[in-house]
């Protein structure tokens, strides 16, 4: 269609230049009119036809381009929606509400319904709430109220380590608020002590470095430890061995097992049979292998 009509356009065009020439030629004023006729009229005819956009080659888009952009922006979006995922996986935690503190390293948490006592793990606040009354100290009062005022009502995450409860039943838990481990809050303002147990032991040089600094600074009952002759926390207790009181580990000569000094497979260890290890290098070297209790 736009090719007819620009047939038609330079058809009209040049019969009226034909007549133009005839005019000049004949001065005949007929031509004149026919002329103009046929130059208006080419005119129209063009005026008639489309104007097409010509697209440079660097702006034309493929027809397939719109799909494939939608698809890559699909990839996109969900390579960013898993990206969030693992996100929230890594770094997000179920949440409970701590409903009471019962000492510095002890509190009461509702866990789906039901309430579970959590014992802190790696660390010991002076006592508070002892069945002997002898053993309560006043620090121990401000270490649980510390706790209380930073933990009761508030929502909380629980980190577990290898073994999940102790004796008593409670279990054993890195606490978790604002993204910062409240246990080693503890200890930074010098109102715990560390107090491991393996096999969990996760944190423990994490703890000590705290510990370390609080006392070398005089933070909190640190700075009662210095300034009184009784002391505010009880030593450290030594894991004791008749072997020898510097091992690391404890192994079996007769089932070929190494265990930590507080597992409590050594309590039922005959004398005869404990080897002293000084690593865990030279148990496994020495042919023994892991406890599957204590884990070393």
């Not at 009209?12 to 230049?17: A, G, I, P």
């Not at 080693?184 to 560390?194: D, F, I, M, W, Y």
Request: hydrophobic share 35%.
């Amino acid at each position: 269609m736009e090719s007819l009509l620009s047939i038609i356009a330079i058809a009209l065009f040049v019969y009226s230049m034909v007549n133009f020439f005839k005019l000049i030629k004949n001065r005949d004023k007929s031509y004149f009119k026919k002329a103009l006729a046929l130059f208006i009229s080419s005119f129209i005819v063009v005026m008639l036809i489309p104007i097409a956009p010509v697209k440079s080659e660097e702006h034309q888009i493929p027809l397939n381009a719109t799909e494939e952009n939608k698809n890559s922006n699909e990839i996109v979006a969900e390579q960013t929606s898993n990206q969030e995922a693992s996100k929230t996986e890594k770094t997000g935690a179920k949440l409970y509400t701590v409903t009471r503190t019962i000492d510095g390293d002890t509190i009461e948490v509702l866990i789906d319904g039901n309430t579970e006592k959590i014992r802190l793990i790696g660390i010991d606040t002076p006592e508070s709430v002892h069945p002997d009354q002898s053993k309560n100290v006043p620090e121990g009062k401000m270490a649980s109220e510390f706790t209380k005022s930073k933990l009761e009502g508030k929502q909380i995450a629980l980190e577990l380590d290898v073994e999940e409860r102790d004796r008593y039943g409670r279990l054993l838990a890195y606490v978790w608020i604002d993204n910062v481990m409240f246990n080693k809050t503890l200890l930074s303002e010098g109102l715990a002590q560390v107090s491991t147990y393996p096999p969990n032991v996760k944190y423990t040089n994490d703890f000590l470095a705290l510990e370390k600094q609080a006392r070398e600074n005089s933070v909190g009952l640190w700075s009662q430890q210095v300034a009184t002759t009784a002391p505010v926390f009880s030593e450290p207790k030594p894991q004791a061995s008749t072997v020898n009181n510097e091992m690391t580990f404890i192994g079996n000569r007769n089932t070929k097992k190494f265990h930590y000094p507080t597992c409590s497979s050594v309590n039922q260890m005959n004398e005869s049979n404990k080897v002293s290890l000084s690593s865990r290098e030279e148990a496994i070297n020495g042919g023994f292998i892991p406890c599957k209790r204590c884990n070393p």
